[in-house]
């Protein structure tokens, strides 16, 4: 299985998304056993967030993990408005109170904040990681400038372990600078949304074909080459979200498949990077 390091923590390479997770009890059960399957799988990364159906994908993944029968990674974001210290520090109680958790494995800001400045985001981040109720912080949606800034406001004993990003096949923008620049400082690119992309090619379209061409010789599917992909790109974990057991199959048996040189040469070929980073939005 495709592991990397967080910290001291091997963590999977492939974990599972929880957005739109929680909005309706009617699809609760579904859910939970979907991230339960998942976690059987090897899918023991769970991302989740405040924001997601206000905490309603946070009490799905509290039921789901709870017993769950291997240790489970939890991700947690807090949102913009909710980043100056003592908000960050009410909003991560809530988080832990809803997933039935006292710590967190990770915790992140989920965007740059357009009101509470950076600084003051990171320090209610240092305060949360000192007083134990997160084993380790990141950031999500920071291009390349603004980790830098993030990075060179860390007090030393405190690592910035993650930034979590946009990032697939249709949208390599990771790649040009962010990527080479988080490898270089031990920071691991988390890829949200990474095979969303899959459901908008139209049958006919030669990516497509390609796709079904490699899935077809690894006797696997479309989303499989797409997450092995990604994998293999640098120190990267992707979190596709997925409730069918057979998605979420393919997502796991992405940890186990490696691709030809030959192989990505075509996928890059066929999805080509754009020459910018990933652009700076604040919320
Ligand atoms: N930090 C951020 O700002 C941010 C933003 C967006 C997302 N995220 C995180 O990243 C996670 C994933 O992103 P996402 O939910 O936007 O997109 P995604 O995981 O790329 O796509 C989810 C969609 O793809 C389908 N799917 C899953 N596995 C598949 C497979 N093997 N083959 C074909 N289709 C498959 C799912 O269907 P089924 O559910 O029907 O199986 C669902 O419709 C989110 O859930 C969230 O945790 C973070």
């Known amino acids: 299985m495709k592991t990397v390091m967080i910290g001291q923590d091997r963590v999977p390479q492939v974990g599972q998304g929880t957005w739109q997770l929680g909005r309706d009890r009617k699809t609760r059960d ?8 998942g976690i059987e799988r090897g ?27 291997q240790p489970v990674f939890v991700v947690s974001k807090v949102w913009p408005s909710n980043q100056a210290p003592a908000r960050l520090r009410r909003s991560l109680e809530a988080s832990l109170k809803r997933l039935g958790r006292e710590q967190l494995d990770l915790y992140l800001l989920h965007w740059p904040s357009r009101t509470v400045p950076l600084k003051d985001a990171l320090a209610g981040l240092v305060e ?7 084993r380790y ?22 690592p910035l372990v993650v930034d979590q990003v946009e990032y697939h096949l249709a949208n390599r923008r990771a790649e040009t600078q ?12 988390m890829a949200y949304s990474p095979v969303k992309f899959l459901a908008h090619l139209r049958p006919g379209d030669d990516r497509a074909d390609l796709l079904a061409r490699l899935a077809q010789a690894h006797h696997t599917a ?8 990604l994998l293999e790109a640098g120190p990267v974990i992707a979190i596709p979200k ?7 199959d393919a997502n796991a048996a992405a940890l186990e498949i490696t691709l030809t040189e030959e192989e990505r040469r075509a996928l890059q070929e066929h999805f080509p990077c754009p020459s910018e980073d990933l652009p700076f939005t604040a919320l």
């Open 30 to 37: 579904q859910e939970i056993e979907a991230l339960r399957y």
């Open 43 to 69: 899918l023991t990364l769970i991302d989740t967030a405040e924001m997601y159906a206000d905490g309603g994908a946070e009490e799905v993944v509290g039921e789901a993990i709870r017993q769950a029968s």
């Open 128 to 134: 949360a990681y000192r007083a134990g109720l997160t």
């Open 137 to 158: 912080v990141g950031v999500s949606n920071f291009p390349t400038a603004a980790l830098q800034e993030a990075l060179a406001l860390m007090p030393p004993d405190v």
């Open 178 to 189: 962010l990527l080479p620049f988080a490898r270089a400082h031990q920071v691991t690119l």
């Open 222 to 229: 479309p989303a499989t080459i797409a997450l092995a992909y």
């Open 242 to 248: 997925a409730l069918s057991r057979a998605h979420i």
